[in-house]
């Protein structure tokens, strides 16, 4: 357990010195994580709304921050490149998130003209009934995303690892509200990064690797 709970810090800490240094990228996953503990209650109450919520906004806004706010330059800060961060990154890097996110975005045509989806989803014949196939649909990927990325760690690197991560993405939500609940506070100051990675930096020693 010890060694479980040292590997999933280390990949928080990862993921937030290469990922999160801009304030409002922060705000962002704050706001993502409010909506998706909101939708983590809906998945007992329902699950396909849940799911809906989920992709359309706190998914989307999480993204935002990463695709259009955080930067893709050199990291002075950590001294790596963004090419050298997408080939480590241990969960989706912005590579596999686009895929991801093109499946997300074409699902709700692929449905529109296939109505049932080879029997898989519910037939809709009105457009509640389509959104909530979308919505079946969306619950699906996110369930296959996860495991789908998981057993890939499993067998590129090993079993704890991969668990190690989907315990991660399942807790995301709880721990980004602990670690950026003050981000849009710093954003009202003017502090638009938490450590400016165009600066030149190079007086400073790297962060360590935890």
Known sequence: MKQFLETLREQRWDDHRFYHHCRINQSLHLISALSFLGSYVMLFINPVWSAIVAWTFSMTTRQAGHFFFEP?????????????????????????????????????????????????????????????????????????????????LFVQQDLKTGFVWMTKIITDPFHDIYIYYRAPLHLLRGERFERDPVMDMGDLEPIPNH
């Open 72 to 152: 893709h330059s050199y990291d002075h800060v950590n001294r790596a490149s963004h090419e050298h961060k997408e080939e480590i990154k241990v969960g989706y890097n912005l590579k596999r998130k686009v895929v991801l996110l093109s499946i997300w975005a074409l699902l709700p045509m692929a449905i529109y003209f296939n109505p049932g989806f080879l029997g898989i989803l519910p037939e809709h014949n009105d457009w509640l009934s389509f959104i909530e196939a979308v919505g079946t649909a969306w619950l699906y990927l996110g369930i296959a995303a996860v495991l789908f990325r998981g057993i890939q």
